[in-house]
């Protein structure tokens, strides 16, 4: 039975806040990673189609189904096998925990230097610094990053049932009240 919104609302790439976005895609086994204002600029340029999602017979989302190469900046991160093991984000799992477990997947790569974001790099002139071993000064500023799990995005298409695509959300509903 459907408790929540049926009503698709204007919800996505196009209205959120953030700097980065990050799409996780198990099956194709790789991370990719562009500014949000590229994603916008890729659906505003009117060459992708608009498709519906839909979750047990009800519209639930919308958004463009756009090939990765064709997103500018976008950079394909792959990881090891025993990262996505480790990840275990399973087809079967509900859409709330496969964001989760693509958000912790995300954090643990953060962590560990593994996501390539702008940072400020300072060529270091002094001579001691350097022989030191600090050629260069490297920092970041928050960046505010939206993950999504794009269970079947990315990839070469068609192999391990990718799409070669990733999904840009323009809108959804919530009909069952699931966060």
């Not at 919308?62 to 500018?72: A, C, D, F, L, N």
């Not at 096998?81 to 087809?91: G, H, K, M, S, V």
Request: charged letters at 20%; aromatic letters at 8%; one cysteine or more.
């Amino acid at each position: 039975m459907n408790s929540g919104n049926t009503q698709l609302v204007d919800y996505g790439i196009q209205n959120e806040n953030s700097d980065f976005r990050v799409h996780v895609c198990p099956l194709a086994k790789c991370v990719y990673v562009y500014p949000t204002f590229c994603g916008v600029r890729a659906i505003k340029s009117g060459k992708y189609r608009k498709v519906p999602v839909y979750t047990n017979g009800v519209e639930t989302a919308q958004g463009y189904i756009v090939p990765y190469s064709k997103i500018e900046n976008c950079v394909a991160v792959e990881l090891l096998d025993r990262t996505w093991e480790e990840a275990n984000i399973l087809e079967s799992l509900s859409e709330q925990e496969k964001g989760a477990r693509a958000e912790a997947l995300i954090v643990k790569i953060l962590q560990l230097g593994f996501l390539p974001l702008p940072q400020t790099a300072i060529v270091v002139t002094d001579a001691e610094t350097q022989i030191a071993g600090g050629d260069i000064l490297a920092s970041s500023t928050e960046k505010k990053i939206q993950v999504k799990c794009d269970f079947k995005g990315g990839g070469q298409g068609d192999i391990n049932r990718c799409t070669g695509n990733l999904f840009l959300q323009i809108a959804e509903c919530n009909p069952n009240s699931t966060h």
